[in-house]
């Protein structure tokens, strides 16, 4: 089973939060919609909350984003359904 957590905040990020909602999990995928966001800041976090697992990020990139709709955007930058479960079954090793 897969849990969805969204974050209402971002900076500070919510730390108790995250603790309590991510408490035991083996793998994370953090996805954010941004370019070069804060996904680094939250995995450095991530690791001091869950020493062990599995964690990765995925968000726009460094490149620039060019006009489309946003399935298509969202698509050719790995943040559609498909592309993230498939990102995740990476971090599972799966």
Same mark, same amino acid.
């Given at each position: 089973?897969?849990?969805?957590?969204?974050?209402?905040?971002?900076?500070? @990020? $919510?730390? /108790? =939060?995250?603790? &309590?909602?991510?408490? +035991?999990?083996? *793998? %994370?995928?953090?996805?954010?919609? #941004?370019?070069?966001?804060?996904?680094?800041?939250?995995?450095?976090?991530?690791?001091?909350? @869950? $020493?062990? /697992? =599995?964690?990765? &990020?995925?968000?726009? +990139?460094?490149? *620039? %984003?060019?006009?489309?709709?946003? #399935?298509?955007?969202?698509?050719?930058?790995?943040?559609?359904?498909?592309?993230?479960?498939?990102?995740?079954?990476?971090?599972?090793?799966?």
């Amino acid at each position: 089973s897969v849990s969805v957590l969204r974050l209402a905040a971002l900076k500070p @990020l $919510p730390q /108790a =939060a995250l603790k &309590a909602a991510l408490e +035991g999990q083996k *793998y %994370v995928l953090f996805a954010e919609e #941004a370019m070069n966001g804060i996904d680094g800041d939250a995995c450095a976090l991530l690791h001091e909350i @869950l $020493p062990g /697992a =599995a964690i990765a &990020a995925v968000d726009l +990139g460094d490149e *620039y %984003v060019t006009h489309g709709s946003v #399935a298509e955007l969202y698509r050719k930058h790995g943040l559609d359904g498909k592309s993230l479960a498939d990102r995740f079954m990476e971090v599972r090793g799966s």
